[in-house]
């Protein structure tokens, strides 16, 4: 086939698919600047004829969004400093520290990570309700303190560090803490920031767990708080844009910044598993 | 300390975790299975019952189970191949040679990724609104009927399963592509000295070094597919006429809303038996062809 | 070097928790009463909070709004897991089943101490939907029943004299109207995810028999009520879509796709609001046709309960007093448009004078409540689902019927066993 034609061909379509990606979201942005009511006549509006604020006030001072944004924002963050800790660790140990048992037990991990989260939810809310966390922000946090998919990426990662720098290390007297906090972490880096990543994101978009165990309002996350939203005022189609605005741009701006990390992370989880 | 001591010290916290928050609440949801836990036997355990396999056959027994299951099914058999076809497609695109722009092209795909579920739902119920959607606007410039699209029982789940498929292919997509830089460029260069053409090339050296990675994401899709849940909460609630009611959201339905756990968690340890089953169907089909 | 920069990132993540504990307003000495309120009244209350609290000085109301839709399954949720609010007003079809949940306090002591507290002035049967098993759990807030809203211009326009009071002459107009109106336009929305249009036209039988233990959707009134709302929409005279497909039902309204809307008070102020000003005469309210003549609707509402495990019931009483006070009814009715369940604000006459409660009120005198058993909720929901199963074809009339008292046996089975459980554990 032709070159210059192949070319237009492929980047013909994969502008296409571009679009198709991004469409949904920069119309989102366009409406949640649009009078209220506007966007509700045939032919939809492509562009706010009229641009406003009004939406992003009236959620922020009547609908208390500024309460769910930082409610998002401490859980997700309690979440990623947390579950980087113990993940790291685990996986730190599985890869590079022996000791009984470790093959079997990260095998039964494995077949862990293969039950659907919410087999376990109903019964952890009844656990944590003995425990006094239902309603609490620590209450939300459990479920992602830990995961198997973390210390898995974790223990791939750690498994390239050459076993003659730690022993090195051992040699001239280092307890095995000062070894994991000197030695370990610095080299751990990258997966570090892809495991922070992938922890924010998926606390900042969880939305099963927050909207069973925080019944009060003011302790709601921003897709909770949304998806309520979005159920009362089916009517004000301009505000519920603005609210998806909120929710999306944080995570969507982190993952600009940080794609290198996000996109590899990935990749070490899957291709060379 | 020794590293032994060290090992269970330091994955110890995260085994506690998972132990304590997920272990232990599967274990009881496999037991409240087996009883009727209900609204009455949370206001007072005296009223709660063992019944032993009861719920599940009753399950078994239950239309509106088969429908969810169905439902699931259409679900994961029509949307897993499609969401592979489109990533595998927009990998292949992006890993030709004579594409252009290719960090900024690889992030506009991937950007429905890291979206919210319950955002980007509400913006797509609104795309496909019957009367002021961008969609039934678009069909009625090419002269086509506007379709009801979340309201009509046919349309509904076609409806999500698109979205599901906007929202995750560019997650697959970056799964393939570096498996497809993985693939030797000589074996494409022996190919076409052989005379092998564009297509030939793709079935007889992309596809068999693909295997072990389209084993994978055909395994995570599906598990994650089976698992449908945020969709059809925020844009359909389930219907209409339970078009959208998927196994998880009946779990969801019967334990959240309900309360009846016991009920509940037996739908939760069906769905966990149908994927292993799957899972394990994939697996032996693969190695039946040699992929691992 | 690590720990350091830990150490770091701990700080403001530290600063935001304390930050995030001060926002609750610890530093108020004031007692906090948390009241969860569901709905447009919901809205509404928090213009009536600031006045309390001036009357109470010691006393901060904590307002928390519930949206309709998942209010009951929130309210589950919240006993499920020992977060309930301090006081709340419960829908009235909810109470029976907080009540046998052993959610709710006994306020029988309470009102009988509380000076000027006149509990005969209530309506008997909104009072009545607060007692079970002789003990008053609730104090009714406002009550609300369904009656059609409907376009006085477009009925003259299509000929019909009178205002229908049975299901010929309603069906009867419905058809002139639709003749009148052409086949883009109906005459009444009956949305199909709701089950408050066919719960209301089908109320006036019972809907569950032998003490609530069974089903009796196969009964000849159920089976007439299923062949009338079937009827409307296999003639054209309803559109078969949900509430979500219509964009804003009281434009719509306006613009004349429908001419008869079954809803509650609270409409009257929505309408008042949001129609256009020359519309202003040209609707109106009318009692809900029956078979044969008048019909019943369901008596629904909701009532003050402030449960068991509340730490605050003193204060919660002070609040449910004021509000279930005369004059705070009337301030309220003047604001939502719903009616008092007592009998002294109606004589005001702002109430009395109001051409839109008048319909309300006559309806009021036949409205019944619905069947006091935990599970009403869920089996007004299998109502609902059949109901759309039945207007899609899918089902006939007497496979509907059916269908539905198969799925209300199933569902009543746990009670069955515990009635008769409790009656053998009487019985020795």
Redesign the interface.
């Known amino acids: 086939m032709n070159r210059t034609l192949a070319t237009a061909i492929v980047n013909g379509l994969l502008l296409a698919l571009a679009a198709l990606s991004l469409f949904p979201l920069v119309w989102m942005l366009s409406v949640s600047f649009m009078q209220p009511g506007a966007a509700s006549h045939f032919p939809p509006p492509l562009l706010p004829a009229d641009p406003t604020l009004h939406n992003y006030r009236e959620l922020f001072v009547r609908a208390g969004m500024g309460r769910y944004f930082a409610n998002s924002l401490l859980i997700s963050i309690g979440v990623t400093l947390v579950s980087v800790l113990l993940n790291t660790m685990a996986g730190y140990a599985f890869a590079k520290l022996q000791f009984a048992g470790r093959e079997k037990m990260f095998r039964s991990l494995l077949a862990v990570m293969v039950i659907p989260g919410q087999v376990a939810m109903m019964p952890l809310f009844l656990l944590l309700k003995q425990m006094g966390l239902v309603n609490t922000y620590a209450g939300a946090m459990v479920p992602g303190l830990a995961g198997v998919f973390g210390i898995f990426l974790v223990r791939q990662y750690a498994r390239s560090i050459p076993d003659e720098l730690l022993d090195a290390a051992r040699i001239d007297g280092a307890s095995e803490w000062r070894i994991y906090w000197q030695v370990v972490l610095p080299v751990l880096k990258p997966i570090l920031v892809t495991l922070a990543i992938f922890s924010f994101l998926g606390a900042w978009n969880d939305f099963m767990w927050p909207l069973i165990v925080l019944s009060d309002q003011s302790l709601q996350t921003l897709p909770v708080a949304l998806a309520s939203l979005s159920r009362e005022h089916v009517q004000d189609n301009e505000l519920m844009m603005a609210g998806s605005v909120v929710t999306v741009l944080p995570v969507l701006l982190l993952f600009l910044s940080l794609q290198r990390y996000y996109m590899q992370g990935l990749l070490v989880g899957s291709v060379k598993g | 300390m020794s590293t032994r001591t060290a090992g269970w010290l330091f994955a110890g916290p995260a085994l506690l975790v998972i132990a304590l928050f997920f272990g232990l609440p599967v274990l009881a949801a496999l037991a409240l299975s087996l009883t009727d836990f209900d609204i009455y036997a949370l206001a007072d355990i005296r009223n709660l019952r063992f019944v032993g396999i009861d719920n599940y056959l009753a399950l078994l027994q239950n239309p509106l189970f088969w429908k969810a299951l169905g439902n699931t099914f259409y679900f994961v058999l029509v949307g897993v191949p499609l969401s592979i076809a489109a990533s595998l497609g927009a990998a292949l695109l992006l890993h030709a040679k004579v594409a252009k722009f290719r960090p900024f092209f690889r992030t506009a795909l991937f950007a429905p990724v890291v979206t919210t579920v319950v955002a980007v739902a509400v913006i797509w119920r609104y795309l496909f609104h019957t009367k002021y959607g961008m969609v039934n606007w678009g069909l009625s410039s090419l002269g086509i009927e506007p379709v009801d699209w979340l309201g009509d029982p046919h349309w509904a789940m076609p409806t999500i399963i698109l979205f599901a498929v906007w929202k995750n292919f560019g997650y697959n997509m970056i799964i393939f592509l570096a498996g497809l830089q993985a693939i030797p460029e000589d074996l494409y260069e022996a190919a076409r000295i052989d005379g092998a053409s564009g297509w030939k090339q793709f079935r007889h050296v992309t596809l068999p070094m693909l295997g072990p990675v389209l084993l994978l994401v055909g395994i995570l899709t599906m598990a994650g597919y089976f698992q449908l849940f945020a969709e059809p909460y925020v844009m359909t609630q389930g219907g209409p006429l339970q078009s959208t009611v998927s196994v998880l959201y009946l779990m969801y339905e019967e334990g959240f809303k309900w309360w009846n756990l016991g009920n509940a968690s037996a739908v939760a340890f069906l769905l966990f038996a149908i994927m292993t089953a799957f899972t394990s169907g994939l697996l032996w089909l693969a190695r039946k062809r040699g992929v691992e | 070097m ?2 350091a920069r830990l150490r770091a ?2 700080v403001p ?1 530290l600063l ?2 304390v930050l ?1 504990g001060c ?2 307003g610890d530093k108020d000495k004031r007692e906090v009463v948390r009241f969860w309120a569901m709905g447009y009244e919901g809205e509404v209350v928090a213009q009536l909070i600031p006045e309390f609290e001036r009357r109470n000085p010691g006393i901060k109301v904590d307002l ?7 209010a ?3 309210l ?8 309930l609010p301090d006081v709340t007003p419960l829908g009235n079809t909810w109470i029976a ?1 907080f009540a ?4 709710l306090a006994p306020l029988d002591a309470r009102i009988a101490a509380t000076p000027g507290f006149d509990a005969a002035d209530f309506y008997r049967g909104a009072w009545d939907s607060g007692v079970v098993d002789a003990t008053t759990y609730a104090v009714p807030w406002y009550v609300e029943t369904r009656i059609p809203f409907y376009r006085k211009d477009l009925l003259q326009a299509a000929g019909v004299e009178e205002i229908p009071a049975s299901w010929a002459q309603w069906k009867a107009a419905m058809q002139a109207i639709k003749r009148e109106v052409g086949p883009e336009r109906y005459a009444i929305l009956l949305p ?2 709701e089950f408050e249009p066919l719960l209301n036209l089908a109320i006036h039988d019972p809907l569950l028999r032998d003490g609530g233990r069974y089903g009796n959707f196969r009964s000849a009134g159920f089976r007439q009520t299923l062949t009338f709302y079937k009827g409307l929409f296999d003639d054209g005279l309803a559109p078969k ?5 219509i ?2 039902v009281w434009d719509e309204f306006g613009k004349g796709l429908f001419s008869f809307y079954i809803s509650g008070p609270w409409n009257i102020a929505e309408f008042k609001k949001r129609l256009p000003p020359e519309l202003a005469e040209k609707w109106g309210t009318m009692p809900l046709p029956g078979p044969t003549g008048p019909g019943a609707s369901v008596a629904g509402g909701t009532s003050f309960v402030i449960f068991r495990k509340s730490q605050h019931k003193d204060a919660a009483w002070k609040l449910i007093a004021y509000l279930a006070s005369p004059e705070v009814q009337i301030r309220f009715h003047g604001i939502t448009g719903n009616l008092p369940p007592r009998r002294s604000p109606w004589s005001d006459p702002r109430l009395a004078n109001d051409p839109y409660a008048k319909a309300f009120r006559s309806q009021l005198e036949r409205a019944v409540p619905t069947p006091q058993v ?1 599970e009403w909720e ?1 089996i007004a929901t299998e109502l609902r ?1 059949v109901g ?2 039945l207007v ?1 074809g ?1 089902l006939s009339v007497d496979q509907a019927a059916a269908e539905l008292d198969r799925r209300a046996d199933a569902i009543l089975a ?1 009670r069955r ?2 009635l008769d459980h409790k009656a053998t554990e009487l019985a020795r």
């Open positions: 690590l720990w990132c701990c993540v935001l928790a995030a926002a609750r928390q709004q519930m949206p309709v839709l998942s009951h399954e929130k589950l949720t919240a006993f499920a897991g020992d977060a089943e046998q949940l052993d959610a199909l995810n879509i949900g509430n979500t497909a964009s804003n935990p869920r689902i759309e199963l899609s899918r746990k066993w515990m």
